[in-house]
């Protein structure tokens, strides 16, 4: 009896010891565990730091810097100004001094005309084309003067002047100097059956404003006389005589 006791305090120990053991183990696996545990909830969040560096970087978050709001100076290239101020320029002659009108475009100042005063006058006939005259002015000035338009032509007693060929009208006055000629063709007639033989031509120049200038000016015919009709006309002043005769 008293064997088995010994034996049954004994078991009670040792189970007793061993349990203890157990719990002390149990309790030591928990700490680390719980330590982590701990470390982990203190540790800081990854993600709200990388959001707070990106706001960092530049995020709308971010407070301006004194960089940010200082006021800088630039340069507006496109607020130059190229040439838009008001300036006055002077009017020149750049040589196109009449139009297809005939003059306009200049004044009798800054153009003279030519008168009889300063020029002579010639008429000659030619070959071709049939029923044509030529006329020629050569400035025996010493200055340029300037044929306005056409010669004004009275062929014997008509009350008025030959009609001008608006068509060779050119695109400037033409411009005579000094020892220099221009030249006109006279359509004497064409197709009309009526007309009537002259024996006397008068030519009158004329202004920048188509007014006659100077005094009519006696030509002599070649031949000493010109049939002339209804189709009788004169072409502008030029400054070549085949400009003329291709009328």
């Not at 010493?142 to 009275?154: D, H, I, N």
């Not at 030959?162 to 000629?181: D, F, L, M, R, Y």
């Given at each position: 009896?008293?064997?088995?006791?010994?034996?049954?305090?004994?078991?009670?120990?040792?189970?007793?010891?061993?349990?203890?053991?157990?719990?002390?183990?149990?309790?030591?696996?928990?700490?680390?565990?719980?330590?982590?545990?701990?470390?982990?909830?203190?540790?800081?969040?990854?993600t709200?730091?990388?959001?707070?560096?990106?706001?960092?970087?530049?995020?709308?978050?971010?407070?301006?810097?004194?960089?940010?709001?200082?006021?800088?100076?630039?340069?507006?290239?496109?607020?130059?100004?190229?040439?838009?101020?008001?300036?006055?320029?002077?009017?020149?002659?750049?040589?196109?001094?009449?139009?297809?009108?005939g003059?306009?475009?200049?004044?009798?100042?800054d153009?003279?005309?030519?008168?009889?005063s300063?020029?002579?006058?010639?008429?000659?006939?030619?070959?071709?084309?049939?029923?044509?005259?030529?006329?020629?002015?050569?400035?025996?000035?010493?200055?340029?003067?300037?044929?306005?338009?056409?010669?004004?032509?009275?062929?014997?007693?008509?009350?008025?002047?030959?009609?001008?060929?608006?068509?060779?009208?050119?695109?400037?006055?033409?411009?005579?100097?000094?020892?220099?000629?221009?030249?006109?063709?006279?359509?004497?007639?064409?197709?009309?059956?009526?007309?009537?033989?002259?024996?006397?031509?008068?030519?009158?120049?004329?202004?920048?404003?188509?007014?006659a200038?100077?005094?009519?000016?006696?030509?002599?015919?070649?031949?000493?006389?010109?049939?002339?009709?209804?189709?009788?006309?004169?072409?502008?002043?030029?400054?070549?005589?085949?400009?003329?005769?291709?009328?």
């Amino acid at each position: 009896m008293t064997s088995f006791s010994f034996r049954r305090r004994t078991s009670t120990a040792v189970a007793a010891a061993a349990l203890a053991a157990l719990s002390l183990t149990a309790c030591q696996d928990d700490e680390p565990a719980r330590g982590a545990q701990d470390s982990a909830s203190q540790a800081p969040d990854a993600t709200q730091d990388e959001g707070q560096e990106t706001s960092t970087a530049g995020g709308a978050g971010d407070e301006p810097t004194d960089a940010d709001t200082e006021d800088t100076d630039t340069e507006d290239t496109g607020a130059e100004d190229t040439g838009a101020e008001d300036t006055e320029t002077e009017d020149t002659d750049t040589g196109q001094q009449g139009t297809t009108e005939g003059g306009a475009g200049t004044t009798e100042e800054d153009a003279v005309p030519c008168d009889g005063s300063d020029t002579d006058l010639t008429v000659t006939a030619v070959e071709r084309p049939i029923n044509h005259l030529l006329l020629t002015v050569t400035n025996t000035g010493s200055e340029t003067c300037f044929a306005w338009y056409g010669p004004y032509l009275r062929f014997g007693d008509a009350h008025s002047p030959a009609p001008w060929i608006t068509e060779s009208a050119p695109q400037a006055v033409t411009a005579i100097a000094p020892g220099e000629s221009a030249y006109a063709a006279v359509v004497l007639s064409g197709d009309e059956a009526e007309g009537y033989t002259a024996t006397s031509l008068g030519v009158q120049f004329s202004g920048a404003d188509q007014s006659a200038v100077g005094d009519m000016e006696d030509v002599p015919l070649p031949g000493g006389e010109a049939y002339v009709d209804a189709d009788l006309s004169v072409t502008y002043w030029l400054p070549a005589p085949d400009d003329a005769l291709v009328w």
